[in-house]
């Protein structure tokens, strides 16, 4: 069983910069794949950004040269670093985890819905 907890959401103005993290318990999983996804109002659930468990990563290009996704191996967190955040990033925010998935990072992303585990999100929205 893998569990995981988002915290960090907040309301911004365009230009701000907050930090999503997710701690994540996995008492019989060591290797993960784990990502964070995003879904507006209205919109499809998209994938943000993914790490697997060597370290690689990939961003949706809407993110890219914004958004950093890292992760504590040690304390067990996974972050989402945002910065210059634009109205269009608001949405609730997601993490997943996977110890099975056998997908790139950027398939994982594209997946939408293949990652086994989720949290119950947490919501960040910019104001312009």
């Known amino acids: 069983v893998v569990q995981l907890k988002e915290s960090g959401g907040n309301s911004v103005e365009t230009g701000g910069s907050l930090t999503l993290s997710c701690s994540v318990s996995s008492y019989t999983y060591t290797r993960l794949i784990m990502g964070w996804f995003r879904q507006a109002p209205g919109k499809l659930r998209e994938g943000v950004a993914v790490?697997?468990?060597?370290?690689?990563?990939a961003y949706a290009d809407s993110v890219k040269d914004r958004f950093t996704i890292s992760k504590d191996s040690v304390k067990n967190i996974l972050f989402l670093q945002m910065n210059n955040l634009q109205p269009e990033d608001t949405a609730m925010y997601y993490c997943a985890a996977d110890p099975f998935l056998a997908l790139t990072p950027s398939q994982a992303l594209n997946s939408r819905g293949d990652f086994g585990y989720w949290g119950q999100g947490t919501q960040v929205t910019v104001s312009s």
């Open positions: 790490i697997d468990a060597d370290g690689s990563v």
